[in-house]
């Protein structure tokens, strides 16, 4: 790692490249990766409240209410400066800064809890999947990293530049972590099993993004759907080529 690289969970609230990407960029449907879209807009549109992890500006606040107009819609991020941003842009949605760790709403509060762009930079994702999961009283959606090589979560090591400026090369970075599937479905399966949880995933291989330092030259972008209650359980995870 160069010693001027700077690795923080606020990366995306620290850089003013991107203070000012997510004012205008996020915030609808089409914005959003085949594999991001794939399970949340149909899940969206039978929500009646939502809550976002790792909100940003408060772009998503948009897209829900594309999906469904009159979705109640709350957004927590770890940056107050994006959170600023997000009350000013979307007055009419609820936003509230949280540590980064706990989320601290009672259980089964929302139909629907979603995270994207969020978890592959999070060493205590586990714990914060166990709580979306918690929070939601049907759905919980999330995107991560996927590899059939050996698991990457060495932050001094494993880290992507966060940038919007291409005239300007950022010394912020935040970690990049990418999860080898058997590690992943262990987890899940530890966690979900059993209980009547129905576990999807849906996803594709692509290239990381230049600014990532990390030795795979593609992985496999994974969207995660658990659903509660469900009529057919069980762990349905898998990478396809």
Not at 18 to 27: C, T, V
Not at 203 to 230: H, Q, R, W
Request: with cysteine; hydrophobic share 35%; charged share 25%.
């Amino acid at each position: 790692m160069n010693k001027e690289t700077f690795i923080t969970e606020n990366a995306y609230g620290e850089d003013k490249s991107s203070l000012n990407y997510w004012k205008n960029h996020r915030n609808k449907l089409d914005d959003l990766y085949p594999s991001e879209r794939y399970f949340l807009y149909p899940t969206l549109k039978s929500a009646k409240s939502v809550l976002d992890v790792g909100c940003a500006a408060g772009g998503s606040f948009d897209f829900c209410r594309e999906a469904k107009s009159n979705i109640d819609y709350t957004g927590i991020d770890i940056s107050k400066k994006l959170i600023n941003i997000a009350n000013e842009f979307h007055p009419k949605g609820m936003f509230f800064v949280y540590d980064g760790h706990e989320i601290t709403f009672k259980e089964n509060k929302f139909d629907l809890v979603f995270s994207i762009g969020v978890l592959h930079h999070l060493h205590h994702w586990r714990g914060m999947i166990e709580q979306m999961v918690k929070c939601s009283s049907s759905f919980t959606i999330f995107d991560i990293r996927l590899t059939n090589k050996k698991t990457l979560d060495n932050a001094k090591k494993y880290y992507q530049y966060v940038t919007f400026d291409d005239k300007q090369k950022s010394k912020t970075a935040i970690s990049y972590l990418v999860f080898n599937i058997d590690d992943f479905k262990n987890f899940m399966k530890q966690c979900f099993g059993s209980g009547g949880y129905r576990v999807e995933s849906y996803g594709y291989y692509a290239k990381p993004t230049d600014l990532a330092n990390i030795p795979y030259d593609k992985v496999f972008m994974c969207c995660i759907k658990v659903e509660k209650n469900s009529k057919s359980p069980g762990i349905f995870i898998d990478i396809v080529d």
